[in-house]
């Protein structure tokens, strides 16, 4: 445009020449051509102008449209995008980038530097490190990994450019970091749980048969690390053998396909040979290709051995219910079918055991015991739990008396599964016990009641009468002169006499309560006015004895002495009135054989005399006037020259500085009754010990434990500080009770007797039978020894009756595998008795009068002296 300006101006300004003119025209001619070139070429110019510009703002705007549509790329992508150039300076950065480090557009204009961008981004918190260190992580291959206030992370790489500059990514890698670490914790968990899986885990190729995995329980059992595994066949780890037994294993497994495979391999392992449970299993690709075989695999070498041990325990054990002594039965508990029976059940049930499976109570019994039964089942199976029960049984043999056991079984949900009975017949043992109950009840020789019974039915009529009202006298009888027959006719005919006696006074009696308290004192008591009831019943006693007695062709006489109690005037319990009688028995037997004494208060200087007596024996033990005999217990043998001595019984015995020798029959009853038994007993004990630690030979000593010992509660304690002291071993100690150590306290008796026993200490029964509740304690606690009472033995030869009881205490003690010893042998008769029935030991006269101990060196292993030889034969004899 400006040209064609120019043209113009200069068209206007030139010369104007006519026409006609030559020159002129001439000149005019090429101003005009000057002029239209001038033109053209200005148009040109102009032209070229135009498009140049109309070109330059095309490209302007392309290259804008191209900048805005990078841009908006740019600002789409999900990683932030920083780019400068080779100075250094922002050239653009994406919205992206703002948003991840919480920036604005403003605070990141174009054209600012690259280290202030870090100081921003530093300053907000979103960078803790250097420019350098920046720089040097965010070069490397892997990038650098920032961890940004909330949590985030981004990952930023750089990459140079072409012309210098830098693009820089930031990428928010949080999800993927957080999907690594639960792939890498998951991995690890997997691996962890593999490797602690407590068998043994193993997988192998199946191109070529390589382990490519094995957990820590095939390390411990093949002995060998995961190094030396992994990557290695079953050729290179197993025997020729062996590897063969795996190959065919792993091949199985193969055709079994995804069946899996189970087997038990005998697999040899070092120098060992193990039985290994295994399960192999194929694993497939997800091109459903086999690709290599999981193992599982245990060993059960020990398993199996205790298998065939349980399976021959089970074969024992039914060979032992088979032949328990009792019937055995179990029951389904739904429907009462039967399920076992032993050879035993075979006399309850009346059948062979194999014809009762599947039966019921019904289909088994009569009508009315299968009612019976059935309901007691239903009982039990109701109440869980034992349920003893005793009652008759029809059998082949007849009515027999059985106590039967019921136990539930139940299962984990706690329903009731099986009902199992156990059914004893005990028709001999109750016929044994009411003999035995009859026994401790009654005088073995008599059959009149004892002593016992006397104190009970004394304590029966006072607690009947009413003191202010009702009388009766208790008559304390003793026989004259029985020592004197004895020695004169022997002692089967004193036993005969106390028969007859017995007869007599309880004809007397006229239905009275007549004992026999000791060996020549009979307890009599009577009611009525008094005391004219008592003398007219003691006139009669005597007039039934005055005539005398023919036993065995020969007349014996003999009369009685007698001591009357009035009740309520001499005693208010049964103890006081038999003692007080015995007080005027004393009197009457000092005034004159045959006399009648009724009881006074002056016979209290009796009663001031034991006081008296009570306290001497106090000083007895400090003063040492108490020593220890011994009585030898021996093996049974008929010939007195072969017994053989295994061990002693220590007893007490008191010389008096003034009375002299006073029996253990009065100063033990006056310990007990003061307690000073207690220190006489561990006196005893002590020196009983002692003694016999010092004994070549290792015979047992025997040492009475009185009931009053029981109630110190260190008992225990002092048996075992007392072995220690001696040094005696505690299996030699015999520790003889009688039943009133029990009966007192029974649970907690019963528990120190336990205690004793575990110390080694031997604990035997003393007087069986003398009380009532021996077989009770027999039952409750397992003694070593039964001593049968002296008032047995010696009427053995006599009466029926006395061998029949002592052949039964023998064959009860044998049947509970306790051994036994007979206490008061007096005769060879009596010795012949007890050997043919198999009794263990003796004790008594005829084995030898108890002694100290240096009147038996030989007995205990000493070798005695050639003047002590007459004289020790003439003691032990």
């Given amino acids: 445009m400006a040209g064609l300006f120019a043209s113009i101006s200069l068209a206007q300004a030139a010369p104007q020449f006519e026409p006609g003119s030559q020159v002129g025209g001439f000149e005019t001619e090429l101003i005009w051509e000057l002029l239209i070139g001038g033109f053209v070429l200005a148009s040109f110019t102009s032209a070229v102008a135009l498009w140049a510009t109309a070109m330059l703002r095309k490209q302007r705007r392309a290259q804008r449209r191209k900048n805005i549509l990078v841009n908006s790329v740019l600002n789409k992508l999900q990683q932030g995008v920083v780019i400068t150039d080779a100075n250094g300076t922002l050239v653009f950065c994406n919205d992206r980038y703002l948003e991840l480090y919480g920036l604005q557009r403003s605070d990141v204009p ?128 197993f025997p020729p053998r062996s590897a063969a037994v795996i190959r065919d294993s792993d091949r199985v497994t193969l055709e079994s396909g995804k069946n899996g495979f189970r087997s038990e391999l005998s697999i040899e392992f070092g120098q060992r040979d193990v039985v290994l449970a295994t399960d192999r299993v194929v694993a497939f690709n997800e091109r459903n290709e086999p690709e290599f075989i999981i193992v599982l695999f245990e060993d059960v070498t020990e398993r199996q051995m205790l298998a065939r041990e349980l399976d021959k325990t089970r074969r024992f054990l039914e060979l032992v219910v088979d032949n328990i002594p009792v019937a055995v039965t179990v029951q389904n508990a739904s429907n009462g079918a039967y399920l076992l029976a032993n050879r035993g059940a075979e006399v309850i049930l009346n059948r062979r055991r194999e014809d009762a499976i599947g039966l019921t109570s019904g289909e088994i019994f009569n009508a009315k015991e299968a009612r019976l039964i059935e309901e007691r089942d239903q009982l039990a199976i109701h109440k869980g739990g034992m349920m003893v029960e005793e009652y008759p049984i029809s059998t082949k043999n007849g009515l027999r008396l059985f106590v039967t056991r019921r136990m539930t079984v139940a299962d984990e949900a706690g329903n009731t599964n099986y009902l199992i009975k156990t059914h004893a017949d005990v028709t001999d043992r109750r016929q044994t016990e009411v003999r035995m109950a009859h026994m401790a009840y009654h005088d073995g020789l008599t059959d009149l009641p004892n002593r016992t019974a006397f104190l009970k039915a004394l304590a029966q009529m006072i607690e009947a009468c009413d003191c202010t009202v009702d009388q009766f006298a208790v008559l304390s009888v003793d026989l004259d002169g029985l020592a004197e027959i004895n020695d004169v006719f022997g002692h089967a005919v004193g036993d005969k006499l106390l028969i007859e006696v017995a007869r007599r006074i309880e004809r007397a009696s006229r239905g009275g309560v007549v004992a026999r308290l000791s060996g020549d004192e009979f307890g009599l008591i009577i009611d009525g006015p008094q005391p004219q009831a008592a003398h007219a019943l003691a006139e009669r006693v005597a007039e039934a004895l005055a005539d005398g007695l023919e036993i065995d062709g020969k007349t014996v006489r003999t009369g009685v002495t007698t001591g009357i109690a009035l009740f309520p005037r001499d005693g208010k319990d049964a103890a006081s009135l038999l003692a007080n009688a015995g007080a005027a028995l004393f009197r009457a ?278 003047d002590e030889v007459p004289r020790l034969a003439l003691q032990v004899g």
């Fill in 110 to 237: 174009c054209g600012i530097a690259s280290h202030d961008m870090l100081a921003l981004r530093r300053a907000r918190g979103t960078l803790d490190l250097s420019n350098e260190e920046f720089y040097r992580h965010a070069a490397t291959p892997e990038g650098f990994i920032s961890e940004l206030p909330d949590g985030r992370f981004v990952q930023v790489k750089f990459s140079q450019l072409a012309n210098g500059g830098m693009i820089s990514t930031h990428d928010d890698c949080t999800q993927l970091r957080r999907v690594s670490k639960q792939l890498a914790t998951t991995s690890q968990f997997l691996e962890s749980v593999i490797d602690n899986i407590p068998v043994c885990v193993a997988a192998k190729s199946i191109d070529d048969g390589r382990y490519i995995l094995a957990n820590r329980a095939f390390e411990k059992l093949s002995r060998l690390p995961r190094e030396q595994i992994i990557g290695k066949t079953a050729e290179d780890l």
């Fill in 589 to 866: 037997k000092a005034r004159a054989r045959g006399s009648v004494s009724l009881f006074a208060p002056e016979m209290d200087m009796q009663i001031r005399d034991r006081r008296a007596l009570h306290q001497d024996l106090s000083n007895a033990i400090r003063n040492g006037e108490l020593t220890l005999h011994y009585q030898p217990q021996a093996a049974s043998s008929k010939s007195i020259d072969e017994t053989d001595v295994v061990g002693f019984e220590a007893l007490a015995r008191w010389r008096h500085p003034t009375r002299g020798f006073v029996p253990p029959g009065e100063f033990i009853p006056l310990a007990e009754e003061s307690g000073l038994i207690v220190e006489i007993g561990e006196w005893i004990l002590r020196e009983a010990c002692r003694e016999a630690a010092s004994w070549p030979k290792p015979l047992q000593i025997a040492v009475n434990l009185s009931p009053a010992q029981f109630l110190n509660s260190d008992l225990v304690g002092f048996i075992h500080q007392v072995l220690l002291e001696t040094g005696l071993q505690p299996g030699r100690l015999e520790l003889e009770i009688t039943e009133g150590v029990l009966i007192e306290d029974f649970e907690r008796g019963l528990a120190l007797l336990r205690r004793v026993k575990a110390l080694g200490v031997r604990v035997s029964m003393d007087d069986f039978g003398s009380g009532y509740s021996s077989l009770t304690y027999l039952q409750a606690f397992p003694f070593d020894k039964i001593k049968i009472d002296r008032a047995f033995i010696m009427n053995l030869g006599r009466n029926a009756q006395s061998a029949s009881i002592v052949r039964a205490v023998i064959g009860l003690g044998h049947g509970l595998g306790v051994s036994l010893v007979a206490e008061g042998v007096e005769t060879q008769e009596q010795l012949d008795f007890l050997v043919d029935e198999g009794c263990d030991a003796v004790q008594g006269y005829l084995i030898g009068r108890p002694a100290p101990i240096d009147q038996f060196p030989c007995m205990v292993g000493l070798a005695p002296m050639l």
